[in-house]
């Protein structure tokens, strides 16, 4: 026995479909703010378990991150994987995400296949990497944390 409620298709004549309120789909820049946002999001998830860790000192064996970017050409959310710490016996210093992240500006920025825009998106994201564990102070000379 079926409880569902059907509309025959004799009500879905055609002023009843005009009154839908028409809305337009996402245009590709709305949809590359929102996934940059998400990924900027993510990221800050990212370091706030990156901290966490450290202080519980589980870091010391070894550290790649896989920092989530928005590719504009294929318009998707990909993985830029950076190794930090290689496995092993390595004590954890925040220093290594700072190294590591510039290392990466400059791979990102010499990059031939990405486009600029998401050349751009990864080096602000590589940027608050830096910055959140040390790098240079913004632009009212504060570090992070203060």
Same mark, same amino acid.
Do not use: C, N
């Given at each position: 026995?079926?409880? !569902?409620? #059907?509309?025959?298709? !004799? ?65 998707? $959310? ?18 290594? $995400?700072? %190294? ?8 990102? !920025?010499?990059?031939?296949?990405? #486009?600029? &825009?998401?050349?751009?998106? %990864? $080096?602000?994201?590589?940027? #608050? %990497? ?10 009212? &000379? ?5």
């Amino acid at each position: 026995m079926s409880i !569902a409620k #059907t509309t025959s298709s !004799a009500a879905l004549d055609e002023p009843s479909l005009g009154r839908i309120e028409e809305r337009p789909a996402p245009g590709d820049d709305d949809v590359a703010a929102w996934a940059r946002d998400q990924a900027l999001q993510e990221l800050q998830m990212i370091v706030r378990r990156i901290w966490r860790r450290a202080r519980s000192r589980t870091l010391d064996r070894g550290l790649t991150l896989s920092l989530p970017y928005f590719d504009d050409a294929a318009m998707e $959310i990909r993985q830029l994987e950076m190794e930090v710490i290689p496995r092993g016996r390595i004590m954890f210093v925040p220093a290594f $995400i700072v %190294l590591a992240a510039r290392r990466e500006m400059q791979r990102v !920025a010499a990059a031939a296949e990405m #486009t600029e &825009g998401t050349k751009r998106h %990864l $080096i602000v994201l590589l940027e #608050t %990497l830096e910055r959140e564990f040390g790098g240079p102070a913004d632009e009212t &000379g504060r570090q992070p944390g203060e």
